[in-house]
């Protein structure tokens, strides 16, 4: 699978941040198969329409959202470990998302739903305001190299708006195998003053949090694995 980086010049210049989009993928056939057959009821289309949560799960439960859920493995078990929240998932890169629309869809999990579409531009247009229990971003693309910093997705405008969409002590818990960025993460969050840390630094490992396979791959290379957790006040 290729990927690029997707990067637009707003009106006034300023560049925003994007996620990554597809430019080609492969998919195997199950992939293909839960593609035509679990769309309908497990994804949503992006629009400019904010979601009705009791609509879409049918229950009035808290809403969790994880945004980039990679091959979607965490995302999964999740869901099935805490039938009484609502998840909601956004990727971009179709094959991950169609990997787990197949375990969603073939195993009937009722509280996740799928978006592929821009994580900010979903937050922006189709999230309502102080509607979030908490959001989960587990090993972000670290961009190692100093020129490319500016294409990480915790930033100062990323983290203002995730803090628009959380209910009060509501939570962002990121987790990343690159320490630097770990570090900025904190810094990033310590300027919003809308956010708290309780731990005043990297954060305790929650138990309820699956091992990645992100994770597998920076424990083999021996990074530390760096946990921020940061409530809305």
């Keep these: 699978m290729e990927r690029e980086r997707v990067e637009t010049l707003p009106a006034d210049k300023k560049r925003s941040v994007k996620?990554?989009?597809?430019?080609?993928?492969?998919l195997a056939s199950f992939q293909i198969e839960a593609l035509e057959h679990y769309s309908d009821q497990y994804a949503i289309r992006f629009s400019g329409q904010k979601i009705d949560y009791g609509q879409l799960f049918n229950n009035n439960n808290p809403i969790?959202?994880?945004i980039g859920f990679g091959m979607g493995q965490a995302t999964f078990e999740l869901a099935k470990?805490?039938?009484?929240?609502?998840?909601?998932?956004?990727?971009v890169f179709l094959n991950g998302f169609?990997?787990?629309l197949h375990q969603v869809g073939s195993n009937d999990i009722q509280n996740l739903r799928l978006i592929r579409f821009d994580a900010v531009e979903v937050l922006e247009s189709m999230i309502p305001d102080a509607s979030i229990e908490g959001f989960h971003?587990?090993?972000?693309?670290?961009?190692?190299?100093?020129?490319?910093?500016?294409?990480?997705l915790i930033q100062e405008p990323v983290a203002k708006l995730l803090s628009t969409k959380l209910v009060k002590n509501g939570y962002v818990y990121c987790v990343t195998d690159w320490e630097p960025y770990g570090l900025q993460m904190l810094e990033v969050f310590d300027k919003i003053p809308e956010f708290t840390n309780p731990y005043n630094g990297f954060a305790d490992p929650v138990e309820w949090r699956p091992t990645t396979s992100f994770e597998r791959k920076g424990l083999a290379k021996?990074?530390?694995?760096?946990?921020?957790?940061?409530?809305?006040?």
Excluded: T
């Design 98 to 100: 169609a990997k787990l």
């Design 19 to 26: 996620s990554f989009v597809l430019r080609s993928s492969r």
């Design 137 to 152: 971003i587990f090993f972000p693309d670290p961009w190692p190299k100093k020129k490319h910093f500016k294409r990480r």
């Design 222 to 233: 021996q990074h530390p694995i760096c946990e921020v957790w940061v409530q809305r006040i």
């Design 81 to 91: 470990r805490f039938p009484d929240k609502n998840f909601i998932g956004i990727e």
């Design 64 to 66: 969790i959202i994880e």
